[in-house]
């Protein structure tokens, strides 16, 4: 299967945020164990940041290219075959990704040839909690589906590029390949192996603020703590740990679900408070090394900030990586970004849902 070699196409893929239900989705998986565990929910959306690339097919070869964010070029190029990128997707490296989903897509399409890949901009923060990692592998698969004709849908690409990341050694579960689907709210429902997908509209805008801590955690370490609960809760912190990823997080999500819909910033506000709060109580037991989390703490506790929104959490895995408010107003979320930005030494990225 030959793609024209003189094809070049520019390709973005967003990151994504998880708003609510973080860790619902590997959990979800475990009904195939456990029929008793429920299923998983949770509600994403795209951000405006993400990774940038121009490709374009190589007969035998991945070409790749990379300007990271300090500026520094690296490049890298490695045969197609099979053993060659298994071998690579192992490493944890920054190529690990692409060698993992072209190694998926080689599986069922083993006559497709190669991919020049230049990732030549990313303005997505990368183990923030942002699916940076999920980012490039759908961008990868994006690729092969577009230069050779291989007439995936989003789905399929989403599937192709959550297997290329479990050849990998991360861990992360398919909640975040959603950022396949652009920068509409979508919730994700995860029944063991069975993914469903609904738009979610939302009546008003929600002024939201993501923020880079500027901090440091421990993903790999998050997942493999929580994990230890799953798939048969074997004491009071692991039955802990199944009652916030399961009943918990339906309640919160029922609810936070109708004040999208709604378009109530202060709803939704105060559902994050409830969120963080829960997941404070049961995770932090699981994994007080990872999940402490002092700087996240003590930003959503900052008094200046607390008075310009209804209300934040942590993002994805938690830990210090990453937080989310909602801002009352549009102006307050400009007076918030301002003073984390300079007073605190932190990076945010404005994202409003709904129409203005």
Not at 246 to 258: K, R, S, T, V
Not at 272 to 300: C, K, W
Not at 319 to 343: L, M, N, P, W, Y
Not at 345 to 351: H, I, K, N, R, Y
């Amino acid at each position: 299967m030959k793609a024209p070699l003189t094809t070049t196409l520019d390709l973005f893929v967003p990151g994504r945020i998880c708003l609510f239900g973080e860790h619902s989705d590997w959990a979800g998986g475990y009904r195939t164990e456990n029929s008793e565990i429920p299923v998983g929910k949770c509600l994403i959306c795209g951000t405006n940041q993400g990774i940038f690339a121009r490709v374009s097919a190589h007969q035998s070869e991945l070409v790749l290219k990379s300007i990271l964010n300090d500026g520094i070029e690296i490049d890298m190029t490695i045969s197609i075959d099979d053993e060659a990128l298994m071998d690579e997707a192992k490493r944890g490296s920054l190529w690990s990704y692409i060698c993992g989903v072209t190694l998926e897509i080689r599986k069922k399409y083993p006559h497709v040839g190669g991919l020049v890949l230049n990732n030549y901009k990313t303005t997505l923060p990368v183990k923030k909690g942002l699916s940076s990692s999920a980012a490039i592998c759908v961008l990868t698969a994006r690729a092969f589906n577009q230069l050779y004709n291989l007439n995936l849908s989003t789905r399929d690409e989403m599937e192709f590029a959550f297997l290329g990341e479990m050849a990998t050694p991360s861990q992360c579960g398919r909640m975040d390949q959603g950022c396949a689907f652009g920068s509409k709210p979508i919730l994700m429902t995860f029944d063991g192996d069975q993914l469903s997908i609904e738009k979610i509209e939302i009546k008003s805008p929600i002024h939201l603020i993501i923020v880079d801590l500027n901090a440091s955690k421990d993903t790999s370490a998050i997942l493999s703590d929580l994990r230890k609960a799953y798939p048969t809760a074997t004491c009071d912190v692991s039955r802990g740990v199944q009652r916030l990823l399961g009943e918990i997080n339906h309640e919160i999500m029922d609810f936070a679900l109708q004040c999208f819909r709604e378009g109530n910033s202060e709803k939704v506000g105060d559902c994050m408070i409830r969120a963080q709060t829960e997941f404070d109580e049961y995770a932090i037991p699981a994994s007080p090394t990872n999940l402490t989390s002092p700087v996240l703490h003590e930003l959503l506790n900052n008094k200046k900030i607390q008075q310009l929104v209804y209300g934040g959490k942590g993002i994805g895995s938690q830990g210090d990586g990453s937080a989310q408010f909602v801002a009352k107003t549009k102006v307050d979320q400009e007076k918030a970004i301002t003073i984390i930005e300079k007073e605190l030494g932190m990076t945010c990225l404005p994202l409003t849902l709904g129409e203005e």
